[in-house]
């Protein structure tokens, strides 16, 4: 199968800064389109910057088109693809384009190439150029104005040249633009994140920065006024919390409690959490202490109470593990307290870090539940864009197929055409043999015949039989002559076995 060549390339829209003059005129909406990347495209094609750099002077006054109709998906007014339709024009097919202008590339375009970073993470250099579309057009208008943001494919002209390269990609030596074509949502580009964005008016902007800041104003407000309360209520627990401990313990028993806890809590074991796998934690979990020892639970040892040794130097306290031993835990009165107090507060340390452990796992199982809700949406848009591209496909399927019902059309007509003529040949010459009502009647039957030499065959023969019946009763006299005899070569066999129609000619 011979390669062809791709002529519909896509190219990238977007926004630039306005003319000084356009907050007045209101005939233009000024757009910069992405026109076509340095590289491989989708469409196998190659585009060199040098090839690309020769066709810019082609870019004055090229038109940007659009064909318009409504979305299948949406049913709502959209662009949709380069639209073109078979047409037959003095007995040939040709196409007919069916886009309409919606804009230009002026002369001063301002051409230049811009380096971008696609959506697949490809940085690609593009030549950038600056259009008008018209807003005389409401359709056109209206769509941009509602979408925003639109597809867009490059068209160039038949003059190209170029050669097939080993990359299996067609590469452009020579090229002339030829237009820009607005795509509809449901087309997928050949070109990587080819898009044409509207830009909003200076006093649009400043409207809607003025709504901005003032939401921004309060949002500030409403939060440093959540904030302060929320400052001042921590700063109130703690001023509580600290009033508590000095009505059980003085300032040096509050330090060493919280010294021995967190140094017991240094040596860890390793155990199974509720997916069966390894954590580490604190082995034990201090419940009380006196000058000389700390009582404690030993959680390796399904919460045995245990007493562990411990000495101070200085500040510093430091653990007898080995000399740690099983007791039998009673608890008793407190100075200003009860044991009630210690076995609350040990109870909700227990339950505080199975709390903090279970809003762990929680937390763990909303982030696995939130990627596999974005890999569903992934996958989701994966299998829309098949479909698209599924329906793409088969639109492009039915259109090869009528355009293949109307050659084949054509080509019968022609054959058609071709037949009557050459019957109507054998007519003439044998026409003079027949009454007009036998010619008729042979002018129907010729519709019958699959071949024109089976049809000249019959006629042929049966003029003969009508020629033959014809003279056989016609007497005919000759005037007798002497004439030289002639040996022939040929014997009467063979004029026997001649066919019909040779012996009519003799």
Known sequence: MQNTVSRNVPILFQSINTYESEEIDIRFQKVKIWLCHTGKNHNGSYFSREAIEDAIPSLSNTPVLAYIENNRST??????????????KDGEVTTKYLGKAIGIIPESNNAAFEDRLCDDGETRTFLTVEALLWTKFDDSTDIMSRDLIKGQSMELSEEFEGEWG??????????????????GENVQPAMQNSTIELQFSSTDISEFTNVVNTMMEKFKNSFSIKEENEQKKKENEELKTKQDIATSFNLTVSQLSDELSRKLSELKYTTKNWYDEDIEVARYRMRDFDEQNVYAVDRMNNYQDVRVPYSKNGDNVSFEFESATKIKYVPTDWDNGVSEEAEINFTNSIVDEHKNYAVQIVNELKEEISTKQNDYIELNDKFSKVQEQLSQKENEISGLNAAMEQLKEYQRNTEDKKKAEQIEVIFSKIARAFSSEELNEWREKSSSYDSVSEFERDIKSFAYDRISETNKNVKTDFSQMGTLHTESDEKPEETKNKDVWSRLKQ
Do not use: M, P, W
Request: charged share 30%.
């Open 166 to 183: 080993e990359d299996n990609c067609f590469h452009f030596t020579k090229f002339q633009f030829y237009g820009a074509c607005g795509l």
């Open 75 to 88: 049913g709502k007014s959209d662009f949709s693809d380069h639209r073109e339709i078979l047409v037959r």
